[in-house]
Structures are given as C-alpha cells and as structure tokens.
C-alpha cells in the first residue's frame, strides 16, 4: 500500500511558477514509477508529466514540455513538480500517481489505468 499526498498549489499570475510536492509513505517509494495528472473541471484527467524509478528518464505532454519539471528524491520519498511560465489553461487539480509495477518509463506510463495509488490531488489556479 502507497499513501500519497500532494502539497504546493495555490493562486498564481499568469507567467509565474509553482512547485508541487507528492509526499508518499508506506510501500517502499523508490519501487516505481511516478507520475503527475491533472483534471480541469468538466475535463478528464489528462497526463502530465511521468519519471522512472532511478530519475533518470522523464516524459512530458506536449502542453507543459519546456515548461514543468518532473524530479524525485528517493530517500525522502519524495516527487516534484516544478511548473513554470504557467499560463490560465494549466488551472486543475494536479494529483500524483505512484506505479509500482514499473521501473522503467513505457508508453503506458501516460495512462491513467497504469497507475494503482492516487493522492487526493492539490488545485492550481492562474490568473489572466
């Protein structure tokens, strides 16, 4: 079993930056892949960003690349989410995803249905 908890949204002008935090306790967190999600309202949850067990290999969707940053610290069992040049359509709740079946990014890893634990997810909000 995989707590997590995302921490670090908020209310932010249109060009600025926040970090998103994923804070994940019990089963070990450096098993598998992590992966960001957000969901607008009246939207699905679309992919983010996704990184590897090791850190060393990343993905992005195609909205957020050359914008967010997706990085870990496995011993403080931790992921990041560093998202600049924030614009209004990046408003959503931003949710992290922990699979633990997967050591290596596949093209999987973009879907929802890969991912077996969930945190509660963290609303950001950019103004025009």
């Known amino acids: 079993q995989v707590q997590l908890v995302e921490s670090g949204g908020g209310l932010v002008q249109a060009g600025g930056s926040l970090r998103l935090s994923c804070a994940a306790s019990?089963?070990?967190?450096?098993?598998?892949?992590m992966g960001w999600f957000r969901q607008a309202p009246g939207k699905e949850r679309d992919f983010v960003a996704a990184i590897s067990r090791s850190g060393g290999n990343t993905a992005y969707a195609d909205s957020v690349k050359g914008r967010f940053t997706v990085t870990r610290d496995n011993a403080k069992n931790t992921v990041y989410l560093q998202m600049n040049g924030l614009k209004p359509e990046d408003t959503a709740v931003y949710y992290c995803a922990a699979d633990p079946n997967s050591t290596v990014l596949l093209g999987s890893s973009r879907t929802r249905t890969r991912y077996r634990y969930w945190g509660q997810g963290t609303q950001v909000t950019v103004s025009s």
């Open positions: 019990g089963r070990t967190f450096s098993d598998g892949v």
